[in-house]
């Protein structure tokens, strides 16, 4: 018990570092471009040569911040959901087999859901990165190596979720709450 709440902090403190980052780029985008870059690329793409520099120079160690901490949150999630599949599966086991147990059914439902929520999260931020805007456009303005330019787009796939998926930020605060 005293693991899985040392655990559960861990993964507040990396939740709440993942959105202090995601306002700061969005607060740069509107700064820089007027509006949030992740749903209209156009305007990003078609800034002038001096707005994509700023923006990429303040916002890619944003996003390789980001990325390292949702590497981090993974393991601390990874290790909750299996917690809580662990944990569901003993109190159903031990209900099953001894006599004079009760069974917490609510218990039972918030610990299912965080495991379902753990699941999301895994299986999204393991998914393939579909959105290289933010890695092609700042290349052009600065040095970026292959593992900057991959870390870059993981994080705005992830943070710039399209219609259709599940939305990362969503996950991860159900997972914070």
Known sequence: MLFTTIISFVIIYFGIQINLNLNQTFAESKEVFG??????TAIFLNAKDELQKS??????PLYLEVEASIGMFYMLVLLLTVGMF?????KILVFRTKDNVT?????I?????????????????????NN?????????QMDMSAMEKNGVDKAFSLLNTREGELDFKLIISTLVV
Not at 35 to 40: E, P
Not at 132 to 140: A, E, F, G, R, Y
């Open 35 to 40: 509006t949030d870059i992740g749903r209209n």
């Open 55 to 60: 923006y990429c120079q303040a916002n890619v």
């Open 86 to 90: 662990t944990s569901t599966c003993q």
């Open 103 to 107: 069974l917490s059914v609510g218990l």
């Open 109 to 129: 439902l918030l610990e299912m859901s965080i495991f379902a929520a753990g699941l999301l999260f895994i299986f999204s931020s393991t998914s393939e990165i």
């Open 132 to 140: 290289t805007l933010i890695s092609d456009v700042c290349s052009k």
